[in-house]
């Protein structure tokens, strides 16, 4: 064999010899990879069983702390029923013997009402027998004296209740009346009858009389009043009881002597134009009056009454004036109470309207006053109010009780109304008869001009709680008696005195 064929031999089998060694490289690797895989799973399997084993044994071990606390809980729950079983049968045995106790409390009650009842018969047995009344009869007392007893108390109670609600009501109602006043400041004049004219001389007097008399008649004619001419230096004097007929002359007779022209024809067309002005003064006036007083919506015809009053008087104090001031004072009052304001001050400006028709209509201001303000369509509380400020009517709301209470005020303060001596002394002398009527009156003085009323009783038929019921007829009495301005207080006095004498 030549060289080269060793060497391809040599090279043959090396070549054989690396790639058998690969093959069994190969198989030696997978082999590795296939007994490490097996052992890694071997591992897996042993770590997972391992680990099931440590969740098992730490779940057993839970269960089992959870199983001593759960005793543990259940030992200390039975521990506290078992406490609160004796609690309640301790309770229970208690609550037994209150009953034993309480039943025999009442069988003992029963034993005690009994015997009771067996007394309460003999004594009423024994009473009657000592008494000599029956059991009715002594009930019948019984009743008597307790409603004789309770009769005192209650006018006793009536009596301080009454007492602390005029004392209230006195308070409210002075605060109320004082505001009221002390906002007003109204000027009050005295009219009289007759109206004085100054002349330039005393020969204007000739003048006046006219030839024989022709103008003095003619004047008088056409004014309806007396002209009294005297011998009062530089001085005529009218005289008229309608003061709206006077004004008018007085006013006619002025422009008369300032204009020199004296005669029948010029007489008549001066009262004429002067009457013209009037009216229109009148009309001026009562427009100012409801513009003054704040009220609106008023019928025309009742604005020329108001005016009116301009020229009228009650007492010597000036009607539109005063009507005015209670419509204010009402006002004041009204809005103090929170009532209607408007309703208040229109009934009392209307509450006199009545007054300038009384000398020529028939009936009363009063009813004459209802009628002029039912006929021009005025509110049924102002209706009300006029009707019944002198108590002619039932009052049927507090508003008609503020007017009159308004028109007390503005009438009865000092000054503001005359008043004849000989009415004075009839009113007080009405006063103490009225008063002296009553059973159980001894002595009766009217005092403070008959603003005051005091009455002396006999202690013996007059007890205390009469004396008050006695106060209240004698204040009726006079109300639905007598009329008055203002009030009067009634002031019933009952003294006992204990005499003796020393020897």
């Not at 008229?240 to 008018?248: L, Q, S």
């Not at 006999?458 to 007890?463: E, G, L, M, Q, R």
Request: net charge neutral; aromatic share 2%; with cysteine.
């Amino acid at each position: 064999m030549s060289a080269i064929g060793i060497i391809l031999a040599a090279a043959g089998g090396a070549v054989a010899g690396g790639a058998a060694l690969y093959v069994i490289g190969r198989r030696v690797e997978r082999r590795v990879a296939d007994a490490a895989t097996r052992l890694a799973a071997r591992e897996r399997e042993r770590q997972l069983k391992e680990s099931q084993a440590r969740i098992e044994l730490e779940a057993r071990e839970e269960l089992l702390r959870g199983r001593e606390q759960l005793d543990q809980e259940l030992s200390g729950r039975r521990r506290e029923i078992e406490q609160r079983q004796g609690s309640v049968d301790r309770a229970q045995q208690a609550l037994t013997e209150r009953e034993r106790d309480l039943g025999k409390r009442e069988q003992s009650l029963k034993d005690r009402d009994k015997a009771l009842a067996t007394k309460e018969q003999e004594a009423r047995t024994q009473l009657e027998r000592v008494a000599g009344l029956s059991a009715e009869d002594a009930k019948e007392e019984l009743k008597r004296s307790l409603e004789d007893e309770a009769r005192g108390e209650a006018a006793a109670l009536l009596r301080d209740i009454r007492e602390q609600a005029n004392k209230n009501a006195e308070r409210d109602a002075k605060k109320i009346v004082a505001l009221a006043i002390q906002r007003i400041a109204a000027d009050h004049t005295a009219e009289t009858t007759v109206s004085a004219v100054a002349l330039p001389s005393d020969e204007m007097k000739g003048r006046i009389i006219g030839r024989e008399g022709r103008n003095i008649r003619a004047f008088e004619s056409a004014t309806g009043t007396d002209v009294i001419i005297d011998d009062t230096p530089d001085t005529v004097v009218i005289s008229c009881f309608d003061p709206v007929r006077r004004e008018v002359a007085r006013l006619s007779l002025e422009r008369l002597i300032a204009d020199g022209r004296i005669h029948p024809g010029r007489i008549e067309e001066i009262v004429r134009k002067a009457q013209e002005e009037i009216e229109a003064g009148i009309l001026e006036a009562g427009e100012r009056a409801v513009y003054d007083t704040g009220l609106r919506g008023m019928h025309q015809e009742l604005v020329k009454l108001v005016g009116r009053m301009r020229y009228r008087t009650s007492y010597g104090q000036n009607i539109l004036e005063h009507s005015k001031e209670v419509a204010w004072i009402a006002g004041m009052m009204a809005a103090e109470l929170k009532l209607d304001v408007p309703l208040a001050k229109r009934g009392g400006l209307l509450h006199d309207v009545g007054k300038v028709l009384t000398h020529e209509h028939e009936g009363t201001h009063v009813q004459l006053g209802v009628e002029v303000a039912t006929k021009y369509g005025e509110h049924p509380v102002v209706i009300n109010c006029i009707a019944a400020h002198h108590d002619d009517v039932p009052h049927d709301s507090a508003v008609s009780v503020i007017v009159q209470a308004a028109d007390a005020v503005s009438g009865s303060r000092p000054g503001a109304r005359r008043e004849a001596f000989e009415t004075y002394v009839k009113r007080l002398t009405a006063i103490e008869q009225i008063a002296g009527e009553f059973a159980g009156v001894e002595k009766v003085f009217a005092i403070q001009a008959g603003r005051e009323v005091r009455v002396v009783v006999s202690p013996t038929a007059v007890d205390d709680v009469k004396a008050n019921s006695l106060a209240q007829q004698i204040s009726r009495k006079i109300e639905g008696d007598l009329q008055y301005p203002g009030q009067i207080k009634v002031v019933v006095i009952r003294e006992t005195r204990a005499v003796d004498f020393a020897k």
